[in-house]
T-cell receptor, first 116, second 116 residues
Framework: SQQGEEDPQALSIQEGENATMNCSYK?????LQWYRQNSGRGLVHLIL?????REKHSGRLRVTLDTSKKSSSLLITASRAADTASYFC????????????????FGQGTILTVHP | GAVVSQHPSRVICKSGTSVKIECRSL??????MFWYRQFPKKSLMLMAT?????????EQGVEKDKFLINHASLTLSTLTVTSAHPEDSSFYIC????????????FGEGSWLTVV
């Protein structure tokens, strides 16, 4: 299987509900990032969590990281129809100083559909 | 904020012809850019790392003679799909790393290539 696998592959919820997406990875990381992609568009960076962090918040987003299980989760609270998109986790290669090389390995993604 | 621009956003070409896709960093210098390929409803797969002033580094399985990458300046990388075939039809996305040692990575809006 591939680095950065997400589940579920597809998630359909009603507006106002919370959406949780999970990601697993295989190798050691310095940080893990979550991205959003609207259909047929580029990627938007959502949040980065470092390996020494366990949880991070940004607005309605909450990301957790469990390095012992090599997994991360993205929670979107109080979802809106505009949150409909694909969500990807990504890990990258880093040098000894923790600086990102920028070369990312993406998970398979979760397609989130939020119904009004 | 920093912006990465891709052109064209959509292109249709005939089998056997070549097509060039540009990736520009609009307000920062990018010593390194990355090219990804994405099939519909699939994840992004890294194709190559484009380094300004030197040869690109290709991922395993990516044909360097098929996908020519040129990074002639600090703000421009180009991907040329040579002798295109219908199976080359895909969504191509570039990203650029701001600075030589920064963690910030910006993605372009992507380019849809259809080979007929």
């Amino acid at each position: 299987s591939q680095q950065g696998e997400e589940d579920p592959q597809a998630l359909s919820i009603q507006e106002g509900e919370n959406a949780t997406m999970n990601c697993s990875y295989k190798t050691s990381i310095n940080n893990l990032q979550w991205y959003r992609q609207n259909s047929g568009r580029g990627l938007v960076h959502l949040i980065l969590i470092r390996s020494n962090e366990r949880e991070k918040h940004s607005g309605r987003l909450r990301v957790t990281l469990d390095t012992s299980k090599k997994s991360s989760s993205l929670l979107i609270t109080a979802s809106r129809a505009a949150d409909t998109a694909s969500y990807f986790c990504a890990t990258g290669k880093f040098n000894a100083g923790g600086t990102s090389y920028g070369k990312l390995t993406f998970g398979q993604g979760t397609i989130l559909t939020v119904h009004p | 904020g920093a912006v990465v621009s891709q052109h064209p956003s959509r292109v249709i070409c005939k089998s056997g012809t070549s097509v060039k896709i540009e990736c520009r960093s609009l307000d920062f210098q990018a010593t390194t850019m990355f090219w990804y390929r994405q099939f519909p409803k699939k994840s992004l797969m890294l194709m190559a790392t484009s380094n300004e002033g030197s040869k690109a580094t290709y991922e395993q399985g990516v044909e360097k003679d098929k996908f020519l990458i040129n990074h002639a300046s600090l703000t421009l990388s180009t991907l040329t799909v040579t002798s295109a075939h219908p199976e080359d039809s895909s969504f191509y996305i570039c990203s650029a790393r701001q600075g030589a040692a920064g963690n910030t990575i910006y993605f372009g809006e992507g380019s849809w290539l259809t080979v007929v």
